[in-house]
Each structure stands twice: as C-alpha cells, then as structure tokens.
C-alpha cells in the first residue's frame, strides 16, 4: 500500500521560510517522479513543483519560481520543498504525489498524501 506522509508545515511571516518533507513508503521510490501541488480555500488545486526520479531535472510553475526548490533522497525515500522568500499568497494546503512521469498535470498523479497546511501572515 502506497504511503504518502508530508511534514513540515506551520505558520510563518512573509518574507520567511519553511521547508516541507513528504515521506514515502509502499512504492519503488527512485524510480518514480515526484510534485508538490497546493490548493488554497475557494481555489482549484495548482502545480507547484515537480522532480524526476533520478533529481536530475526539476520544473516550477512560474509564480514559485526562483524562490521554491524542490529536492529528493532516494536513500531516505523522502521528497523536500523548500520555500523561501514565503508570501501571503503562498498559504494553501501543500501535497506531494507521485507519478510515472515527469509532468506537471495533476491527472497524471497517481498516489496523494494528506496535505500539510502553510499559513503565511502577512
């Protein structure tokens, strides 16, 4: 049984950072690709990020660009996302999921966590 299990979120003031962990289990992790998508209250769920399976090629969508990272440790069978640079706009339920392949379309992810929650006051 797929597992997908995020960690790390809170509160934090715009301007700072947080950093998210989503741990997997259930699943041959290192070889498949990973994302991180956020949904906030009354809005539709966005791409945020997303990794290959081997860390080698990484994508963003344009309004974290430049201020998100988005790593993994296959030995760990964990993916990150580091957030900086946080700003109001950036509260929402964050999710990571996994997928056979590097995309950035939700439709094609195929195993959900339960979302960790990012409040960033302004």
């Known amino acids: 049984q797929v597992q997908l299990v995020e960690s790390g979120g809170g509160l934090v003031q715009a301007g700072g950072s947080l950093r998210l962990s989503c741990a997997a289990s259930?699943?041959?992790?290192?070889?498949?690709?990973m994302g991180w998508f956020r949904q906030a209250p009354g809005k539709k769920r966005e791409f945020v990020a997303a990794?290959?399976?081997?860390?080698?090629?990484?994508t963003y969508a344009d309004s974290v660009r430049g201020r998100f990272t988005i790593s993994r440790d296959n030995a760990k069978n964990t993916v990150y996302l580091q957030m900086n640079s946080l700003e109001a706009e950036d509260t929402a339920v964050y999710y990571c999921?996994?997928?056979?392949?590097?995309?950035?379309?939700?439709?094609?992810?195929?195993?959900w966590g339960q979302g960790t929650q990012v409040t960033v006051s302004s």
């Open positions: 999921a996994t997928s056979r392949v590097f995309t950035t379309f939700g439709s094609q992810y195929d195993y």
């Open positions: 990794i290959t399976w081997s860390g080698t090629s990484t």
């Open positions: 259930g699943l041959t992790f290192s070889s498949t690709a």
